[in-house]
Structure formats: C-alpha cells, structure tokens
C-alpha cells in the first residue's frame, strides 16, 4: 500500500473519531443542560407556591384585621355611649 493511502484513511479515521467524541461531548452538556432546566423548573414552581400561599395567608390576615378593626369601632361606639351615660350622671347628680 501506498503511505499516501494510509495517511488518508488515517486522517478520515481520525475525522470520524473526532466527529464521534464531539457528539459525545455536545450530548452530555444536552443531558446537563436538561438536568438543570429540570432544577431550576422545579425551583421556580416551589418559590411559585410559596408566593401565591403568602398571598392568600397575607388576605386571610388583612380580613381578620378587618373584622378586628370594625370590631373595635363597635365596642368604641358601645364605650363613648357608657361614658356619656357617666358623664350626665355625674353632671345631674352634681346639680
């Protein structure tokens, strides 16, 4: 044979052998890439659930506050109607 000839397939060996390892190595970072994708999927979803409960607690907590604030306005109302009830008491019994 011909060194020219094997000089050829060698180099057309060495060609595919590159091309094969490349593959490879665009492959893996493929099946890394998709691992992370799936991490940080799974991340988002829970930082995502983790908002929207705090939303909803944070509504929960705003209507309590709510109903404890017209509460208090009740019971404001109920005591400024006592003192003034006091206040003519003390004003009639002064007389």
């Known amino acids: 044979m011909d060194y020219g ?4 397939w060698a180099g057309i060996g060495l060609t ?4 094969v390892y490349k593959f490879g190595q665009v ?6 890439v998709k691992e ?8 988002n979803t829970e930082q995502h659930r983790e908002l929207f409960d705090s939303r909803n607690n944070m509504s929960d907590v705003l209507a309590r506050l709510t109903a404890l604030f017209e509460s ?4 404001q109302d109920q005591m ?9 008491r003390r ?4 007389k």
Do not use: C
């Open 5 to 8: 000839v094997i000089a050829a």
């Open 27 to 32: 492959r893996q970072e493929m099946v890394g």
């Open 80 to 88: 400024d109607k006592k003192l003034d009830i006091l206040i003519e």
């Open 36 to 43: 992370d994708l799936a991490e940080t999927k799974a991340n």
């Open 16 to 19: 595919i052998l590159g091309g």
């Open 72 to 75: 208090m306005d009740k019971r």
């Open 91 to 94: 004003s009639s019994d002064r």
